[in-house]
C-alpha cells in the first residue's frame, strides 16, 4: 500500500489548527515546554501581543499525512529583531548600509520567551528533516531575506544543520536542584532562623521562607514526585540552608545580607498557584508588570488580555509570588511551573521544572528583585522538589545567585551568498569566543567545590 504524500500547510492563525492535535505532537517531544502549547501561541495572537500590528506575523507552518498532523513549527514574518533574545541588530545594520533590506524575516521561535526546547515538532526524524526542507522552500518563495530558529533543542539544531543552516551559541543561567557531596557536614551551619519570616503560601499564616522552616511548605501531590530521579541517583537540596551551604563563603554571605536587607524593610511573601490566582491577583501582577515596562521606557511585551487566557486555558502552569509590606502588595513576580517526561523514550521518569518570567514592582526596596524573581523561587522548587529553575536570558549576576551558566543554541539561514558567507566566519570567530567566555564562567563557580 502506498504511503499517502505528505502535504505542507502554512496558517496565519493558530486557530486554524487543531488544538488537540498540536498538543499531542509536542507530547512526543523530547523537551517539550508549556510554552509551546496551543493555548499559549493562541494566547499571544488571539490578545494583540503578537500579531502582524506588534511587528508578528503568524505562518505557522505544518506538514500533514493522511490526516494525521506530523510535523508542526510557530514561524513568524518579522518587521523588526525586538523581543527573540537572539541579537542580529548587526546583522541588519550591516544590511542596510548596504541598501539591502533585512525585513521582513522569518523566525521559528516563541515570541517573548526565551525558553530552549522543542521548536520543530515532529513524529520522528524524517519528519523533522521534511519540515526544514518545507521552511527552506517557504522562505524561497516568500523572498525573506533569512529564516532564524532560536533556542531550539539538539535534535531541531541537528536537522538544520544537515540542511546546511549555520548555527549560533548564547549562554543562559539555570539553576539545578542537585546538593554536592562534600567532605564536611552541611548541617553545621548555622541556621537563618534569625530573619523575618518572608513568605505564606496562599493567604494562610506566615511560615518562614529561610532555615528548617521551609519544610512546612505543604507538598504538590503528585508532582513532587516527578522530581526525582530513576533509582534515587540525584540528591535533592533539603532546604534553602543546605542549599546556601553548597555555596562558597562570599555569595552564600552575600544572598544572606540580601535576604536580610528586604526582611528589615518590613516585606514579607505570599504565594498562589493556579486557580488560586484570582482575578485581583492577575490584575495587580500587571500593573506591575507594566509599571516596571514603563519605568524603562518601553511599553510592555504583553498585554492583560493574555494574563486573562493564561488564567482561564493555563491556570495550572503558573506561579505567583506577592510581596506586601505594612500589610499592602507592593511587588509581584510570575514563573511558570510544568511537569514533562524527561524523554520521549521514558514513561516514568518525569522532570519538574520552573521557568522565571515576569516581574514588577510598585515601589523602591533594596535586593527587593533579588529576592522576588531568584530566593523565593529557588526556595519554593527546593520545597516542592523542582529540578531545574531556568533564569531567562542574559545576566551574569545570576552566577552570584548559583544559576550558573548552560549554552544555547539557534540555527540560521541568509539568503544572500556574500552575507551568508561573512555571517558564517563572523559565526565561527564568535563561537571560539563563547567557548573561551563559558570556560572562564565555570572558574568563577560560586559553589564550594570550586572554591
Known sequence: MTEAAIITRVSDSLQDIDAAAWNALLALQNHPTPFMRHEYLAALEASGSATPRTGWAPRFLTLWQGGDLVAACPLYLKSHSYGE???????????????????????????????????????????????????????????VSSLHVLFAADEDLDACAQAGLMLRQTVQFHWKNV????????SSLPPEGALAALGRPGGGSAAPTLGTGV???????????????????????????????????EKRKKIRQERRRVAQAGVTFRWLRGADIQADDWDFFYRCYEHTYLEHGNPPYLTRDFF??????????????????????????LIAVSAYQSSAASQKHYELVAY????????????????????????????????????????EHKMARAL??????????????????????????????MEQYLEHLQTRSPLRSHA
Request: with cysteine; aromatic share 12%; charged share 15%.
Open 85 to 143: 533574545y537572539v541579537f542580529d541588530w548587526t546583522w541588519a545594520n550591516a544590511y542596510a548600509e548596504h541598501g539591502l533590506p533585512y525585513y521582513p524575516k522569518a523566525v521559528v521561535a516563541v515570541p517573548f520567551t526565551p525558553v530552549p526546547g522543542t521548536r520543530l515538532m515532529a513524529r520522528d526524524a524524517g519528519a523533522r528533516a521534511a519540515l526544514v526542507q518545507a521552511l527552506n522552500a517557504w522562505c524561497d518563495e516568500a523572498g
Open 179 to 186: 546538593a554536592p557531596t562534600l567532605g564536611t557536614g552541611v
Open 404 to 433: 550558573l551558566p548552560v549554552p544555547t543554541r539557534s540555527a540560521h539561514w541568509l539568503a544572500h551568498p556574500a552575507f551568508a558567507d561573512a555571517v558564517d566566519r563572523y559565526l565561527q570567530r564568535e563561537t571560539a569566543g
Open 308 to 333: 486573562r487566557r493564561m488564567a482561564e486555558h493555563m491556570p495550572e502552569t503558573w506561579l505567583l509570588f506577592v510581596a506586601e509590606r505594612h500589610g499592602q502588595p507592593i511587588a509581584s513576580s
Open 356 to 395: 522565571g518570567r515576569y516581574w514588577g514592582a510598585l515601589e523602591r526596596v533594596d535586593c527587593l528583585h533579588f529576592e522576588a524573581c531568584y530566593y523565593q523561587p529557588l526556595q519554593w522548587c527546593i520545597a516542592h522538589g523542582v529540578q531545574r529553575f531556568e533564569g531567562g536570558a542574559q545576566g
Open 215 to 249: 519544610s512546612s511548605l505543604p507538598p504538590e501531590g503528585a508532582l513532587a514526585a516527578f522530581g526525582s530521579a530513576p533509582g534515587g541517583g540525584s540528591v535533592d537540596y533539603r532546604d534553602f540552608d543546605d542549599f546556601l551551604s553548597s555555596l562558597n563563603q
